[in-house]
């Protein structure tokens, strides 16, 4: 049988706080690798070689691993190892029938318990090796939301981007030390915070006050920086009920533009994905302003012409293009690209554009839709309505078989 490594959870109580099982493991390890705050609640009593982690510890661990085969090896991690943790690394990279894990209480059980709230009441962002910008996205009037930290500043970090983006009247709890003998609380208003917090700690946010951004697609025009290059919030909405988010999918976003339409693809779900493809400089930096300013700042951005600029990239579930129809192959090149069962969706504002379109629609099918959205606008003393120019959205979807 294949080496086991055995992925032991810990917490800030250290070595009393764990069971007799994960205790039993350690001791009779022969290596245990972890972080060397983690090496260090041992105790005496265990005799195996210790390993701490190098940075960055990605590229290291498949060496780190094969130098140890035939040995018995446990790894120590923060919590439980399977929830933002080096658990579901190892099982990604040996498998599941060569990692067992021994939890031990989340951080988020511990806070939970902390603050009094239900596990299934909030939402839960990592600021573990991702930008703090991601706490954007789940903060909402009346929600609750644990950040777990990456060190001491990320509580100042969170109360600067809930004051920055209209929220400094929530309420931020820091949870430090969660579990162990130096456990401590601190509370503030999100505007009041001053102080500092040590490296482990829990950020607990009471979200109130604030702009009303949901994730349902159709987002005011208005929260996306642009140069007039977006895609409107009506015809937003609809292109994005057509590309139909789902969890764990990824994006392409041809002619970027602002970057609305994937920055709001990635808005549904965490783990929606997306890579905005723009030719200006200018507009691509702009979409990763708008991206972080949404609280969704995976969304990946490349800088270059389509259709080459797509060589390379991940094939997509779905692809939007919103700028460039007209270029020579393009539409093809997405829609060989696509994954079964992805959608394409291609707006189309110029007769030109809509030629492509309608050349596209009779070889491969799907459904044309022809979106004209006027608005109320003043005319002298009276309102009116003033149209804007049409948008002919071409959906199609790529069989499965």
Do not use: Y
């Not at 080496?3 to 390890?29: H, K, M």
Request: proline share 7%; glycine share 12%; with cysteine.
């Amino acid at each position: 049988m294949a080496d086991v490594v055995i992925v032991v959870g810990i917490g800030a109580d250290g070595w009393e706080g764990l069971s007799p099982t994960s205790r039993r493991a350690l001791l009779s390890a022969e290596v245990i690798m972890g972080g060397a705050r983690q090496l260090d609640l041992l105790p005496d009593e265990s005799s195996a070689e210790r390993v701490a982690w190098p940075s960055p510890l990605l590229p290291a661990l498949p060496g780190l691993l094969d130098a140890c085969r035939g040995r018995a090896v446990s790894v120590l991690a923060s919590g439980d190892p399977l929830f933002h943790g080096i658990g579901g690394t190892l099982v990604r990279l040996l498998g599941a029938d060569r990692v067992r894990v021994l939890p031990h209480p989340s951080s988020v059980s511990l806070a939970c318990a902390a603050m009094g709230w239900t596990a299934d009441s909030v939402e839960v962002v990592s600021a573990v090796g991702r930008p703090v910008s991601a706490v954007a996205a789940a903060v909402q009037p009346g929600r609750r939301v644990l950040v777990l930290s990456a060190d001491g500043d990320t509580p100042a970090l969170v109360a600067r981007l809930l004051v920055e983006s209209g929220w400094g009247a929530s309420e931020v709890t820091v949870l430090e030390e969660l579990g162990g003998p130096g456990e401590r609380r601190t509370s503030t208003l999100a505007s009041g915070w001053s102080g500092s917090a040590g490296p482990l700690n829990v950020v607990a946010v009471e979200c109130r006050g604030g702009p009303l951004l949901p994730r349902v697609p159709g987002l005011p025009d208005e929260v996306f920086a642009n140069d007039g290059q977006l895609t409107k919030r009506e015809v937003r909405a609809i292109a994005l009920s057509r590309l139909a988010p789902v969890p764990g999918q990824l994006l392409w976003d041809v002619g970027g533009g602002a970057g609305s339409v994937a920055v709001e693809w990635a808005r549904t779900h965490p783990s929606c994905r997306a890579t905005a493809v723009e030719q200006h400089a200018e507009r691509a930096e702009r979409i990763t302003r708008n991206a972080h300013a949404l609280g969704v700042p995976g969304v990946r951005v490349v800088v270059g012409t389509a259709p080459d600029a797509l060589a390379g990239l991940e094939p997509p579930d779905a692809v939007f293009v919103g700028g460039g129809v007209t270029a020579p192959g393009l539409v093809q090149r997405c829609w060989d690209a696509l994954k079964p069962g992805g959608r394409l969706v291609v707006n189309a504002v110029t007769l030109e554009s809509e030629v492509v379109v309608a050349e596209g629609h009779r070889r491969l099918g799907g459904d044309l839709v022809r979106v004209a959205v006027q608005r109320a606008s003043p005319v002298g003393g009276f309102t009116g309505w003033r149209p804007a120019m049409p948008v002919t959205t071409w959906t199609a979807i790529k069989e499965t078989s």
